[in-house]
Nanobody, 125 residues
Framework: QVQLVESGGGLLQAGDSLKLSCAAS????????TGWFRQAPGKEREFVAA????????YSADSVKGRFSISRDTAINTVYLQIDSLKPEDTAVYYC??????????????????WGQGTQVTVSA
């Protein structure tokens, strides 16, 4: 059984940095792409960033370019989302996902098979 578990969310202030974790069991991240999505209150879930580990390619939404980065610790099968210079508009539930999307679906939910339960990030002004 595949399970993705996010952690690291919390209440922060604008300008802070945060590192979210996504620990996997039942799969290893290497053969899959890892995507991060977020859902703000009253809004649809949106793509944030993704990385295809086997190709070494990274994708990110224009709204977060330069502030969000993805890394991985293969020893503990965990992927991280580093968020710098947090803004109040970053407030959302953040989800990690794993799958085998093609380039055209890497920024879409349908590109991913496995999902975590989400972790709340709240940024105050």
């Amino acid at each position: 059984q595949v399970q993705l578990v996010e952690s690291g969310g919390g209440l922060l202030q604008a300008g802070d940095s945060l590192k979210l974790s996504c620990a996997a069991s039942g799969i290893t991240f290497g053969p899959y792409a890892t995507g991060w999505f977020r859902q703000a209150p009253g809004k649809e879930r949106e793509f944030v960033a993704a990385r295809r580990w086997s190709q070494g390619t990274t994708y990110s939404a224009d709204s977060v370019k330069g502030r969000f980065s993805i890394s991985r610790d293969t020893a503990i099968n965990t992927v991280y989302l580093q968020i710098d210079s947090l803004k109040p508009e970053d407030t959302a539930v953040y989800y990690c996902a794993a799958g085998r999307p093609i380039v055209s679906t890497i920024a879409t939910e349908r590109g991913y098979t496995f999902w975590g339960q989400g972790t709340q990030v709240t940024v105050s002004a």
